[in-house]
């Protein structure tokens, strides 16, 4: 009989639901589910937690376990029969979305010399991060760019788009992030292929950051971008990485993430996409922050040096490629191990989400001078 | 074996993924899962579908059939130990997070005279338009507001709030909406129990609508309101008709929803919270909308008249009371069944969401002169 | 000789020019005369005052004074040959730019039954506040609208418009309130007479107060206004003193201003116009404001009652339908004569210019309990 | 008697005032001024002309001419008694308001090695465009920053902030920019010397241009500014120029503007402050843009290289440092003269005023190719 499998999510709390099963609620039940409907009293507790339990587990992904895999995989598929090459990365609590972490998808993706992806659009927003290799480059909306190791590049959600490796470059990896798991769940998503499979390239090459990312507080007079991401469409490392130090010399920084800069939209200050954020921050030499919480997921990926995170009282070591994402809620401190050198984590999240709908909450840790006790497992 | 289980979603199509199973690549799936990672080609036709897919299907739920339901349920349970007595919609599509259609959340739920609910507060945005009884009351961060047959009033995400009903009123039934599915998939639902269970009014009863919903687009002066929701909490049912009889006259109204306002936030011109819009729609004697459809998901209250909406290609009759689902992304024309009347129709959506995100998409039904075809089951 | 003649604005205090003429000095400032050029010190302490010092003048304007010359200009001269009769408020510290106060100009215009104005546009902004006469209409891009005494109604800069009043009205007056002096010193005025000499309606009319001015918060679905002015263009009277009525019971009103609210344009919650904002204000019987100061000039018209403001230090009575202006960073507080009826002021301002240029400046009186000494001339 | 000097602006045009003075009329007007008022007609054709017409004139101030000058001022005055000792451009059109042109006040200022200004704040915003000499900086809110030739800071309106020139400098020649006569005209301007005439430098020297002049598109997180205008104050030369040039080489640039960028305000990515903008242009070797006119007044300053301007169908020649305007409404166009080298024009303006007051309007020249006609003295 089916009303003796029914959850019961009581709890003895004042202001909590806590009704106890009876033959006569359990008919109840039942006569409800013929409508479509069922007793809230039933579900409420679990439907409104005192806080958010995430379903993502931290993770740490280490380049040195993946750099061969992904290689691999170009051995395996063609780019034609696979679309794209990527090995990516799936949270053990979000494999139903698969999802590195909350929302977010992510992968390592490679393509050889010579090679060319298809042209095509899609509702989810994407970024990019070059992990190693040469000769890289991105076309979006008619806009080519070339590529090297720690560029951030993105690919809006509507913006035609394709990758590929040059000729005389050398087989690539980098790291995708993408919305997906969102516009999936959201039920948002749409895809279309472009019906020439390849773009053309409509603007001098480059021209994108020639325009947008001019070093002193200069944009393109006459503009007309009306669009709600941003028209810098790549963010290269050697000018973030003196950005960086340049901050370093005159902030004190955050307790919390050290010397930290987010990307953003050179129209609005604000973020480069609507649904995802992206921030590059140093860890000065031996710098331990303060462990702090706040909702919203975040993934990181090392750009620089090596050390650790203490996530939900859980230590994660990392080195240069090392992936780890922090879910929801769950207190966070990062560690740069080397006494003498910076570390740089560069990180993208979906806090313009959190924001744009108000839900954004932050919370340091109090207790033990703000840094977590490490648990043994 | 693992690997005999594995999906595979195959397209042989340009552009799409369509590797074949190769006991090769069924061992490096296996072994990708060691390091919580899998191959993109294996999902990526599933996770980039061509268009969106709704999981929700279109229900209507009649009032006739439910009301019996709900008032039983005070004699089953008690507000305290219940919380709320209330019925709430499950889309047989999204039994899992309690939704009424996408991420929106919505349920009956009924009070009797001398009730009074515990305050809380919670990061989930709420909303209420009632449907019978007298009596009943509502008091947001101090501000109390009495309601009646047909208004509308919000308790906006982190706002302290409680309903009742007066001792000399009568039992009341009123729909609950809220965002609560949202906001546990985003995983940033928090909930508070008023410390004093109880809220105090602390300002004159209905301040909020003598302040904020003037005749004739006037505001306080001198206010200073920096909240992301709405200062006016309660929109009432008889403005809101003679509005949209007054605006009838002078438009020809949209194809596709007949005569429509929203209700606002004064302070923006905007949706009345971050996270839900609501309007009211009059569909004139025997008006009969053409289709279209768009991302966001509704749900729909028969506010008066009788009528019916062919939803994806299914016809589903309403009367007053009766409340109905469209999900994402599904051709729906409405039917004013009744050649002398108007009708009226509530509803609620999560288009601030869709627009804050950049993710609104609105189609036109092209073929048959914009009117879908019914589908016999 | 010409160096005999230069002013001098010296102040003895550190941080402000204080350069004592000498034959050198004299015959140097001659020198940079030849080349379009002069000395700073010798006018800074006057181009950089401690505080504003308007060159407005407090006036009240009495209408039993003005209405009969305002009539007779309808004898004097023809609509055609005067383009609108109009006896403008000219303050004696402004007679060059035609201002009644600041930037503001204003007039009594006055139309007889039959008349109709030609159409044109212009980059000043424009409104009107009724008061006496039947049937007067404005036509604003097609949208016509009929006028009753209090009603307030917008011609916004480059919108088509003209006025007129009814074959079976009556001989009407109101009052014009524009930007013209600002525009002018802006020099950024442009007039156009409409290429047909009359618009057409091409509207139902009422239709902006149909669709905007909604009594609960509701506003047309499916807008795409996009201008920088208000979309509802008529404010009407009676709504506009109930709205007041209602929100004098729930709050306790600005020190400064009693019950006041403001104008607004629906689509955003901010002022009507772009250069121009108005207000309407409530005195409860026998209230008496306190003092206070700010940037930015008002002209308040006396919608209902009697009572006297303190301008300045300066007494200004009036009773119904006398103007009255407060100059920029004057002192001003206002009193209800009347012990048991309320008295309501109108006003327009150019505050969105204050505000938008980020200049804006409020100071409260705090000596003598808030409340100015009269001067007795 | 009075009525005989009355001015009459008529004008035989359908739509506009054409009244003839009789001794009625005459009579009329002396009554009418007896109540603060006058007849519309008499003045309507004068203040609702047909288009702007600038009470500047073009100017040209040519720095040959003015550097002995302006060098001599410090033997003629000290900085205690001048206060600055500032050569201002006296447009002649404009010397009752002490303007360079339109509502735009510029002056010439110098320093000697080892003198510091007093600290002061004003509702005037001010900006620096850097001419010669080495040493000079400026501190603003505790900010400081040192200056070289070319580069642009601002100093706010309401920021304490005072200029200087280090013992081991030269004698520094500036250009100011303020919007003093507005602030005068819109009756609004405050100044206060700072209580202990000097302000403590609070924070790193350049942490403004180090904190937001990031090359890359970065800012930094965690950041709470809330001020109307840019945090970051100083805009170095070097990147600017290198940003034009790199620039360059992707765009076509403005047929009216050659390569054209603004500085901005990166939390926002508009102007820098509410009431000026200012920008940076590069005309390519032999360039000669078209012709267009526009409202709002600029200023030029060449920052780099030779040629003229022809504005109004009047050639203005100009070298480095020659300071240049262009009246409200005025056709203009550049020519860089050399053929091998490019030109740049630093410029500031009131657009930000244009536009918040949304009467910006820009028309090109349709005749002659777009070219005016130079006309012959
Ligand atoms: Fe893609
Ligand atoms: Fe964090
Ligand atoms: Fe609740
Ligand atoms: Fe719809
Ligand atoms: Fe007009
Ligand atoms: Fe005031
Ligand atoms: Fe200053
Ligand atoms: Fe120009």
Not at 27 to 53: C, F, G, R, S
Not at 133 to 138: L, M, R
Not at 250 to 269: A, E, L, Q, W
Not at 318 to 336: A, G, K, L, R
């Amino acid at each position: 009989m089916k009303t003796a499998a029914r959850a019961n999510h009581r709890e003895d709390i004042v202001g909590r639901a806590n009704v106890e099963d009876t033959p006569e609620l359990l008919a109840y039940y039942d006569e409800l589910d013929k409508h479509h409907t069922a007793a809230l009293w039933t579900v409420a507790n679990k439907i409104e937690p005192w806080q958010p339990q995430s379903s993502s587990v931290p993770v740490v992904w280490r380049y040195k376990d993946l750099r061969e895999h992904v290689l691999r995989s170009a051995d395996l598929v063609s780019p034609e029969k696979a679309g794209r090459r990527v090995v990516y990365l799936s949270n053990p609590g979000r494999q139903d979305v698969a999802a590195a972490v909350g929302w977010l998808y992510s992968g390592l993706q490679t393509m050889r010399p010579g090679e060319l992806a298809t042209s095509h659009k899609h509702s989810a927003s994407a970024l990019r991060f070059i992990m190693e290799g040469s000769g890289a480059f991105t076309i979006v909306d008619g806009h080519k760019m070339t590529l090297g190791a720690n560029d951030f590049v993105i690919t809006p959600n509507g913006t035609w788009h394709e990758h590929g490796v040059s000729e005389d470059g050398t087989q690539c990896i980098w790291q995708d992030g993408l919305d997906i798991p969102l516009m999936n769940a959201l039920e948002a998503n749409f895809f279309t292929v472009h019906p020439e499979l390849q773009q053309a390239v409509t603007y001098p090459v480059e021209d994108s950051t020639a325009a947008w990312a001019a070093g002193t507080g200069l944009v393109p007079a006459n503009d007309t971008w009306s669009h709600g991401y941003s028209p810098l469409f790549k963010y290269e490392w050697a000018p973030t990485y003196e950005a960086l130090a340049r901050y370093a010399k005159v902030t004190d920084g955050s307790p919390f993430d050290g010397v930290m800069m987010n990307y953003i939209n050179p129209k609005t200050g604000g973020p480069v996409m609507q649904t995802m954020g992206a921030s590059m921050q140093l860890l000065r030499p031996g710098e331990h922050t303060k462990a702090h919480r706040h909702t919203g997921s975040v993934l990181y990926q090392v750009a620089k040096g090596k050390g650790y995170s203490i996530i939900n009282g859980q230590r994660f070591d990392w080195e240069e490629h090392d992936i780890f994402c922090v879910p929801t809620w769950m207190f966070h401190e990062h560690v740069n191990a080397n006494p003498s050198e910076d570390a740089c984590l560069f990180s993208f999240n979906d806090m313009p989400v959190m924001n744009s709908l108000g839900i954004y909450r932050e919370e340091a840790l109090k207790e033990n001078g703000g840094h977590q006790k490490i648990q043994t497992p």
